[in-house]
């Protein structure tokens, strides 16, 4: 008998191969072992999955440390880990759209608020009012029309594809964390690091999701502090920091955001134009 992996040489009643390690796989597949696979891997006692998110969220430096330095098996994939955040996120995000884009909105209620009383305004009402005056209002009352639809678009674009945007924005979230902390690590290490932490804040966004529609929308907006908050310990656990140096980082990670923001507005401008220019986004 020969290894389907390695093509090493078996012994005929070998479970796995001495070699690479990998199952011997006699029987073809059937729906009872993909329901019995899928209960041991996902939901078992010492399920790999939840061994990483229990550790993500007591000790997240362990996993990073030794996920880095070599210890593999024991955690689930860093991109996995964010990939099953992400999918989650998008179909509950998807089930609850309208909830969703609400919480979005709370985020500026005042401009929002103004925004539909100028598309609304009747413009006939007003009587005695300039010509200039008048194609001044109308002129605002498309625009603010105008502003709420590509705002509508946005979030139906970042609902649809959530899961997309949630790897397009790692290498942002790794440049972001290298230029706070730079040595010893490399690029490359950062983006395993951040798959892993911004992973677990898309599990802490979905808790944060249904507190915010059974207590109070602020809750899915203020919950961003908690995630920044958890970097920073994350950070500082791995680093081994003091709390003045951790402050400092916070500054220092502060103007990267600012940079970010600005690099972050610049692109979804680009991207907006490129989409509408397709015709998936419509103005």
């Not at 690479?20 to 059937?30: D, E, L, N």
């Not at 397009?168 to 892993?196: C, D, Q």
Request: proline share 2%.
């Amino acid at each position: 008998m020969i290894c389907k992996n390695c093509e090493e040489k078996l012994e005929n009643n070998a479970q796995f191969c001495d070699n690479c390690g990998a199952k011997v796989i006699v029987s073809r597949i059937t729906f009872k072992q993909l329901v019995t696979e899928l209960v041991i891997n996902v939901f078992g006692i010492d399920s790999k999955f939840f061994l990483t998110l229990k550790k993500m969220v007591t000790s997240p430096d362990e996993v990073l440390t030794e996920y880095l330095t070599g210890v593999r098996k024991k955690y689930v994939n860093p991109f996995a880990f964010l990939a099953i955040g992400a999918g989650l996120s998008l179909i509950i995000f998807n089930y609850f759209a309208d909830d969703f884009i609400n919480m979005q909105s709370n985020f500026r209620s005042e401009d929002i608020s103004q925004l539909r009383e100028t598309a609304n305004l009747d413009v006939s009402a007003f009587k005695n009012v300039s010509k200039e005056e008048l194609q001044k209002m109308e002129k605002n009352k498309k625009m603010a029309q105008k502003q709420l639809e590509v705002s509508e678009n946005i979030m139906q674009f970042m609902l649809r594809y959530y899961n997309l945007l949630t790897f397009l924005f790692l290498p942002f979230y790794a440049l972001l964390s290298k230029w706070t902390y730079r040595k010893p690590h490399n690029f490359g290490e950062h983006i395993v690091m951040n798959s892993y932490l911004y992973g677990l804040t898309t599990y802490f966004s979905i808790i944060a999701f249904f507190a915010a529609m059974l207590i109070h929308p602020s809750i899915y907006f203020y919950s961003i502090i908690a995630y920044i908050l958890y970097y920073l310990y994350a950070f500082k656990k791995l680093y081994k920091l003091s709390i003045g140096t951790s402050v400092l980082k916070f500054f220092r990670f502060l103007i990267g955001v600012l940079m970010f923001g600005v690099i972050l507005s610049v692109l979804i401008a680009i991207i907006v134009f490129i989409l509408a220019k397709f015709g998936l986004i419509k103005f």
